[in-house]
Nanobody
Framework: HVQLVESGGGSVQAGGSLRLSCAISTYIFSGCRWGWFRQAPGKERELVSTISGDGTTTYADSVKGRFTISQGNPKITLYLQMNSLKTEDAAMYYC?????????????WGQGTQVTVS
């Protein structure tokens, strides 16, 4: 049974930083793509950043240059370093594993961690 648990969310002032972590309960195939997603109230869930098994990363345009995705070693922890936070970054952040181009393709999801930016 695979579980993903996010942590590191909280309240921060605009311009501040947070580091999100996602711990996975067991080792998953190293080729899996991992991702961070977010959902603000009244909005659809959107992709924030992904990292593939070969280390290739993608970022939403809105977070490029401010957020950095990374993995621990072994690859059972996922991180999202968020700098220069803006009020529009406020949302519930989710990590997910083993997916493709579409959000709905991700197999494993965490319960989310709340990020508030004032």
């Amino acid at each position: 049974h695979v579980q993903l648990v996010e942590s590191g969310g909280g309240s921060v002032q605009a311009g501040g930083s947070l580091r999100l972590s996602c711990a996975i309960s067991t080792y998953i195939f190293s080729g899996c793509r991992w991702g961070w997603f977010r959902q603000a109230p009244g909005k659809e869930r959107e992709l924030v950043s992904t990292i593939s098994g070969d280390g290739t990363t993608t970022y939403a345009d809105s977070v490029k240059g401010r957020f950095t995705i990374s993995q621990g070693n072994p690859k059972i922890t996922l991180y999202l370093q968020m700098n220069s936070l803006k009020t529009e970054d406020a949302a519930m952040y989710y990590c997910a594993a083993c997916g493709g181009e579409r959000i709905a393709s991700y197999v494993y999801w965490g319960q989310g961690t709340q990020v508030t930016v004032s």
